[in-house]
């Protein structure tokens, strides 16, 4: 096991510089600049602008510069806020976005491996349309449709729920960016694991265990639920991307103070610090939830981790 992790983690290293490159590139050829405005500075202060910021230097110098960086765990500035760097904005709201994102991911897998347990023991049956109904309504409405919704219904309407901020952490403040971000993904779980187990409960090892007058509730647990998770377990990585990624519109959305409300402001104002120290954190996230993912995976089969 430990051998297979070691051969994941080195294979992440040229993913990783592969799209900091790209990163990198695409952002400093993109049309505009950090300093342009409606008003435009003098020359001389754009001069030493570009001097403090190394941007008076060739590309290909400015992106070794950078590396160099990264590599030491340096992040760079924020062109648009100075009296922070861009390491100090997203440790500032890291603790908000992983609160949401994780609260969100760990609610979407209760939620989807149970509703796809129950569609696959209730097959074709009214508690299986029920639950393909709502979860066909969870992945069909994009977050940005649902969570004006939500916040008429419950924080307007029915005054339930307040309907954005933060509230010092209070669970009330969460639920509904919680619930938001989590729906669609907890469908997607469902189905994999409705399907998944439906194949799985089939098998001949089930039969037997029937056979050998092990109860249902038994039989899933013991013997149909760990083959049967497979398939959710490989989806978990991507899911936990789609999650980071998404909170970026929900924290906007329901006002929240985490990453994403950095990284839209720094977007606005062409803060490359800022956008490429984000893009750059969520490349890292998610490449290590992948790996994780292989861990389990590897751990769950072991024909993988012996290939």
């Given at each position: 096991?430990?051998?297979?992790?070691f051969?994941?983690?080195?294979?992440?290293?040229?993913?990783?510089?592969?799209a900091?490159?790209?990163?990198?590139?695409?952002?400093?050829?993109?049309?505009?600049?950090?300093?342009?405005?409606?008003?435009?500075?003098?020359p001389?202060?754009?001069?030493?602008?570009?001097?403090?910021?190394?941007?008076?230097?060739?590309?290909?110098?400015?992106?070794?510069?950078?590396?160099?960086n990264?590599?030491?765990?340096?992040?760079?500035?924020s062109?648009?806020?100075?009296?922070?760097?861009?390491?100090?904005?997203?440790?500032?709201?890291?603790p908000?976005?992983?609160?949401?994102?994780?609260?969100?991911?760990?609610?979407?897998?209760?939620?989807?491996?149970?509703?796809?347990?129950?569609?696959?023991?209730?097959?074709?049956?009214?508690?299986?349309?029920?639950?393909?109904?709502?979860?066909?309504?969870?992945?069909?409405?994009?977050?940005?449709?649902?969570?004006?919704?939500?916040?008429?219904?419950?924080?307007?309407?029915?005054?339930?729920?307040?309907?954005?901020?933060?509230?010092?952490?209070s669970?009330?403040?969460?639920?509904?960016?919680?619930?938001?971000?989590?729906?669609?993904?907890?469908?997607?779980?469902s189905?994999?694991?409705?399907?998944?187990?439906i194949?799985?409960?089939?098998?001949?090892?089930?039969?037997?265990?029937?056979?050998?007058?092990?109860?249902p509730?038994?039989?899933?647990?013991?013997?149909?639920?760990?083959p049967a998770?497979?398939?959710?377990?490989?989806?978990?990585?991507?899911?936990?991307?789609?999650?980071?990624?998404?909170?970026?519109?929900?924290?906007?959305?329901?006002?929240?103070?985490?990453?994403?409300?950095?990284?839209?402001?720094?977007?606005?104002?062409?803060?490359?610090?800022?956008?490429?120290?984000?893009?750059?954190f969520?490349?890292?996230l998610?490449?290590?939830?992948?790996?994780?993912?292989?861990?389990?995976?590897?751990?769950?089969?072991?024909?993988?981790r012996?290939?």
């Amino acid at each position: 096991m430990i051998k297979y992790a070691f051969r994941r983690l080195l294979s992440t290293i040229p993913v990783l510089w592969i799209a900091i490159t790209l990163s990198f590139f695409v952002l400093r050829l993109a049309p505009g600049g950090p300093f342009d405005g409606e008003r435009p500075l003098p020359p001389v202060i754009m001069q030493n602008l570009a001097a403090h910021y190394n941007l008076d230097k060739p590309l290909i110098q400015q992106y070794l510069i950078y590396l160099g960086n990264v590599l030491v765990g340096d992040l760079g500035p924020s062109f648009a806020n100075q009296d922070f760097t861009v390491t100090q904005q997203i440790m500032g709201g890291l603790p908000y976005t992983f609160t949401i994102g994780g609260s969100a991911f760990i609610l979407a897998i209760l939620i989807g491996i149970t509703a796809g347990c129950l569609g696959a023991l209730y097959q074709n049956k009214a508690p299986d349309y029920l639950i393909g109904l709502i979860v066909l309504t969870g992945l069909v409405l994009p977050n940005f449709l649902v969570a004006p919704i939500l916040q008429l219904i419950f924080g307007i309407q029915l005054d339930w729920l307040p309907v954005g901020g933060w509230g010092n952490g209070s669970i009330k403040y969460l639920i509904l960016p919680v619930v938001v971000l989590a729906l669609p993904h907890a469908g997607r779980i469902s189905r994999i694991m409705r399907g998944s187990m439906i194949e799985v409960m089939n098998q001949n090892f089930i039969r037997t265990a029937k056979a050998k007058g092990i109860g249902p509730r038994l039989t899933v647990i013991r013997h149909a639920l760990k083959p049967a998770l497979m398939p959710v377990v490989s989806y978990l990585g991507p899911a936990a991307s789609y999650l980071l990624t998404g909170s970026l519109v929900v924290e906007s959305i329901f006002g929240l103070p985490g990453i994403g409300r950095y990284f839209i402001t720094a977007a606005l104002n062409r803060d490359y610090g800022m956008v490429l120290g984000t893009v750059i954190f969520y490349m890292v996230l998610i490449v290590f939830l992948n790996l994780l993912v292989d861990i389990a995976y590897a751990w769950l089969d072991p024909k993988v981790r012996n290939r």
